[in-house]
T-cell receptor
């Protein structure tokens, strides 16, 4: 069974500073995908970044980067130059290997609430 | 209209009421999902539909009844709910992995309050 652990219920960061949100995962599968989603107070889950288990380079998307350490089973999200609009819940998720049934499951962590301070 | 649209955004219902949540996607995705998000708990997968057939039902109480009439629409019919069913209900869709690596596309959710 897959499991995602986010140990930081809440984080504070000064505007324009960088912040790292932690995520560790547990799986016996060799092929998997790791995601980070942002959920503002409006409720919508917004995709931020993806890392495949076989990707050798860390994923980057604008101000977001994923620090992927496969041996440690960690996939931390780094947000550079924080902005006030980054205040939200952040969820780490893992995708199981595709079974061919046309769908697949994402397993989510409990999330980290990030607050950006002016 | 693009993306995943959920209606209504907010719903207050009594325990004896019957209501339905609606989800619509125009992304050409072939799988749709219902998730429940309660305070301080991880997202819980409720139902999965692939090509309009239910492929997953994670021990959800029968007072929740899903319906997927076509690949673009997904409903969650609610009846005789309990106060602990109050939560944010999120709909998501996906296409076959390998086409993109973007996981699910989510709707904005329906915030349900059972009184």
């Amino acid at each position: 069974a897959q499991k995602i652990t986010q140990t930081q219920p809440g984080m504070f960061v000064q505007e324009k500073e960088a912040v790292t949100l932690d995520c560790t995962y547990d799986t016996s599968d060799q092929s998997y995908g790791l995601f980070w989603y942002k959920q503002p107070s409006s409720g919508e889950m917004i995709f931020l970044i993806y890392q495949g288990s076989y990707d050798e380079q860390n994923a980057t998307e604008g101000r977001y980067s994923l620090n992927f350490q496969k041996a440690r089973k960690s996939a931390n999200l780094v947000i550079s130059a924080s902005q006030l609009g980054d205040s939200a819940m952040y969820f780490c998720a893992m995708r199981e290997p595709y079974s061919g049934a046309g769908s697949y499951q994402l397993t989510f962590g409990k999330g980290t609430k990030l607050s950006v301070i002016p | 209209e693009t993306g995943v649209t959920q209606t209504p955004r907010h719903l207050v219902m009594g325990m004896t009421n019957k209501k339905s949540l609606k989800c619509e996607q125009h992304l050409g995705h072939n799988a749709m999902y219902w998730y429940k998000q309660s305070a301080k708990k991880p997202l819980e997968l409720m139902f999965v539909y692939s090509l309009e057939e239910r492929v997953e039902n994670n021990s959800v109480p029968s007072r929740f009844s899903p319906e997927c009439p076509n690949s673009s629409h997904l409903f969650l019919h609610l009846h005789t709910l309990q106060p602990e069913d109050s939560a944010l209900y999120l709909c998501a869709s996906s296409e076959v992995p390998g086409m993109t690596n973007y996981g699910y596309t989510f709707g904005s959710g329906t915030r349900l309050t059972v009184v």
